[in-house]
């Protein structure tokens, strides 16, 4: 009987055993299903907030790369012309108008003075259709940018002297007259020290501007000093004035050889009024010559009239003594 009852009670036990394992591994079940659907929660809160930040980071990006593209358009590019590495630094030139000191600066293919004003410079291959008809007076620069090419694009050209000297020319995009800007370096004896020095000038002779150094202390300590072989436009009038003086010079002998001249025809004149007079004054006398010849001649006719009728009357009056 014990015996039974025993395994009564193991039979129970193991029952009660089995029972509490199953809740617990429903418990268990229940507790992972909840922190599963947290998860599942949390990663649907999270996923805007990524949505949002790649979004915000797409637009960033964006905005930077316009930026970029902004700011290369505004910087000097490496295609086309650019100015030699000689000229790529900022001058400082006298300005003995205003006797302040100007600046210019090369980089590439861009040039920026004073003010501040820049330009990039070109070449004719870049022109297009509607830029020619501009050039040929058939369109106005309208377009944004045609206008920008109208403010700041020159045209580059090099020019070669017979002289030697090598000049880089500047001109206007849309520039159909005048010579535009001509620059060149060249090394020059300042304070006993070969320095470089920008000439900068202008005009049909290409005349001097404005020297530029490569400080502004020397730029002070030369300020309009005139190197040789400078052309200048005090130069040109120079050589004006002598042409003019030359040509005064000409005209003033021209005008005394006209004088001269004029002495010799009024001379010939006198003589050939004298002889006009002298050959008037013998007309004058074969005319009283004549007149006197024809006078004579006429007293003498009738004279002899005279005695031919005194013959006449002599005859008659022998006749009537006759018929007596």
Known sequence: MKRIISIGVTFLSVLVLSACGNSDSAQHSN????????????????????????????SSSSTNQAAESSSNSNQ??????QFPSSFQRTWFGYNSYTHNIDTITFSNNRSTDSSGDSSTIHSTEERTNDDNAILNAKKQPTTPEEKQKLDHWGLFNEVHLDNGENWINIMGWYQTAGDGEFYRVANENINGQSTPVLFDAGGAEIWINEHYYTSKDIALQMKDKNFPGDRTRDDNDSDSNDQSDSDSDTNDSSGDDETDSNDDTDSNNDD???????????????????????????????????DSNNTVDSNNDDQSDQND
């Open 272 to 306: 050939s009024d004298d002889s006009t007079s002298d050959s008037n004054d013998n007309d004058s006398d074969s005319n009283t010559q004549q007149s006197d010849s024809d006078s004579d001649q006429d007293s003498s006719s009738s004279d002899d009239q005279d």
């Open 31 to 58: 507790s992972n299903s909840v922190k599963q659907s947290k998860v599942s929660k949390t990663h649907k809160q999270v996923s805007p907030s990524v949505n949002s930040a790649t979004n915000n980071s797409a």
């Open 76 to 81: 000097a590019t490496t295609s086309g012309p």
